[in-house]
Protein backbone atom coordinates (compact mmCIF):
# COMPACT_ATOMS: atom_id res chain seq x y z
CA UNK A 1 0.00 0.00 0.00
CA UNK A 2 1.09 3.64 -0.87
CA UNK A 3 1.95 6.15 2.00
CA UNK A 4 3.72 9.19 1.95
CA UNK A 5 4.92 10.63 4.87
CA UNK A 6 6.19 14.28 5.40
CA UNK A 7 8.29 16.27 7.68
CA UNK A 8 10.58 19.33 8.65
CA UNK A 9 7.44 21.56 9.04
CA UNK A 10 7.55 24.69 11.68
CA UNK A 11 7.55 27.86 12.92
CA UNK A 12 9.74 29.80 10.91
CA UNK A 13 10.44 33.69 10.88
CA UNK A 14 9.77 36.16 7.76
CA UNK A 15 12.41 35.45 5.13
CA UNK A 16 13.63 32.13 7.14
CA UNK A 17 14.28 28.67 5.42
CA UNK A 18 12.61 25.19 5.71
CA UNK A 19 13.21 21.78 4.11
CA UNK A 20 10.49 19.82 3.89
CA UNK A 21 10.26 16.00 3.51
CA UNK A 22 8.48 13.58 1.97
CA UNK A 23 9.38 9.64 2.39
CA UNK A 24 7.19 7.11 -0.19
CA UNK A 25 6.76 3.70 1.17
CA UNK A 26 7.08 1.61 -1.64
CA UNK A 27 9.76 0.15 -3.99
CA UNK A 28 8.52 1.73 -6.97
CA UNK A 29 9.24 5.34 -5.97
CA UNK A 30 10.79 6.38 -9.49
CA UNK A 31 7.68 5.62 -11.57
CA UNK A 32 5.90 7.99 -9.74
CA UNK A 33 5.85 11.95 -10.44
CA UNK A 34 5.93 14.01 -7.22
CA UNK A 35 4.22 17.42 -6.19
CA UNK A 36 4.30 19.41 -3.11
CA UNK A 37 0.58 21.63 -2.77
CA UNK A 38 -0.77 23.70 0.10
CA UNK A 39 -3.30 24.59 1.95
CA UNK A 40 -4.32 27.99 4.05
CA UNK A 41 -6.95 27.98 6.55
CA UNK A 42 -9.85 28.72 4.73
CA UNK A 43 -8.29 28.53 0.96
CA UNK A 44 -8.75 25.45 -1.25
CA UNK A 45 -5.59 23.13 -2.04
CA UNK A 46 -3.33 25.14 -4.19
CA UNK A 47 0.08 23.74 -6.90
CA UNK A 48 3.20 24.40 -5.65
CA UNK A 49 5.94 22.05 -7.23
CA UNK A 50 6.21 18.92 -9.12
CA UNK A 51 9.55 16.87 -10.39
CA UNK A 52 9.06 14.23 -12.98
CA UNK A 53 10.37 10.77 -12.15
CA UNK A 54 13.97 11.03 -13.39
CA UNK A 55 14.40 14.55 -11.22
CA UNK A 56 13.84 16.43 -13.84
CA UNK A 57 11.84 19.32 -15.38
CA UNK A 58 10.86 20.87 -11.78
CA UNK A 59 7.59 22.97 -11.84
CA UNK A 60 6.66 25.95 -9.55
CA UNK A 61 3.71 28.11 -8.80
CA UNK A 62 4.39 31.44 -9.47
CA UNK A 63 4.12 32.66 -6.16
CA UNK A 64 7.42 30.39 -5.35
CA UNK A 65 9.09 30.35 -8.25
CA UNK A 66 12.55 31.51 -7.43
CA UNK A 67 12.65 30.62 -3.85
CA UNK A 68 11.80 27.20 -3.46
CA UNK A 69 13.55 23.88 -4.89
CA UNK A 70 11.99 20.44 -5.45
CA UNK A 71 14.39 17.22 -5.70
CA UNK A 72 14.07 13.91 -5.14
CA UNK A 73 16.33 10.96 -4.36
CA UNK A 74 15.22 7.84 -5.74
CA UNK A 75 17.29 5.63 -3.91
CA UNK A 76 15.92 7.20 -0.63
CA UNK A 77 12.41 6.89 -1.98
CA UNK A 78 12.21 10.60 -0.81
CA UNK A 79 11.23 14.27 -2.09
CA UNK A 80 12.11 17.12 -0.26
CA UNK A 81 11.02 21.09 -0.72
CA UNK A 82 13.59 23.50 0.38
CA UNK A 83 11.46 26.75 0.88
CA UNK A 84 13.57 30.24 1.29
CA UNK A 85 13.02 33.37 1.72
CA UNK A 86 9.72 32.58 3.15
CA UNK A 87 6.71 35.03 3.39
CA UNK A 88 4.08 34.99 6.01
CA UNK A 89 1.72 34.03 2.89
CA UNK A 90 3.68 30.63 2.73
CA UNK A 91 1.59 29.43 5.69
CA UNK A 92 0.03 26.45 5.03
CA UNK A 93 -0.28 22.93 5.42
CA UNK A 94 1.76 21.61 2.64
CA UNK A 95 1.27 18.14 1.73
CA UNK A 96 3.15 15.65 -1.05
CA UNK A 97 0.92 13.74 -3.65
CA UNK A 98 2.28 11.29 -5.97
CA UNK A 99 1.00 9.70 -9.25
CA UNK A 100 1.73 7.60 -12.07
CA UNK A 101 -0.51 9.08 -14.85
CA UNK A 102 -0.19 11.69 -17.65
CA UNK A 103 -1.84 14.61 -16.21
CA UNK A 104 -2.60 18.12 -15.17
CA UNK A 105 0.00 18.69 -12.67
CA UNK A 106 -1.38 21.45 -10.62
CA UNK A 107 -4.75 19.79 -10.19
CA UNK A 108 -5.47 17.82 -6.92
CA UNK A 109 -7.47 15.69 -8.98
CA UNK A 110 -4.70 13.93 -10.91
CA UNK A 111 -2.92 12.84 -7.50
CA UNK A 112 -4.39 9.97 -6.02
CA UNK A 113 -2.10 9.52 -3.10
CA UNK A 114 -1.37 11.87 -0.70
CA UNK A 115 0.48 12.47 2.58
CA UNK A 116 -1.16 13.87 6.25
CA UNK A 117 0.56 17.31 5.57
CA UNK A 118 2.85 18.75 7.76
CA UNK A 119 2.43 22.84 9.01
CA UNK A 120 4.49 25.36 8.20
CA UNK A 121 3.80 28.73 9.54
CA UNK A 122 5.90 31.98 9.12
CA UNK A 123 5.99 34.80 11.29
CA UNK A 124 6.10 38.39 10.29
Known amino acids: QVQLVESGGGLVQDGGSLRLSCVFS????????MAWFRQAPGKEREFVSRISRTGGYPAYADSVKGRFTISRDNNKNTVYLQMNSLKFEDTAVYYC?????????????????WGQGTQVTVSS
Open 26 to 33: TLTFSTYV
Open 97 to 113: AATQGVFNYFDTATYPY
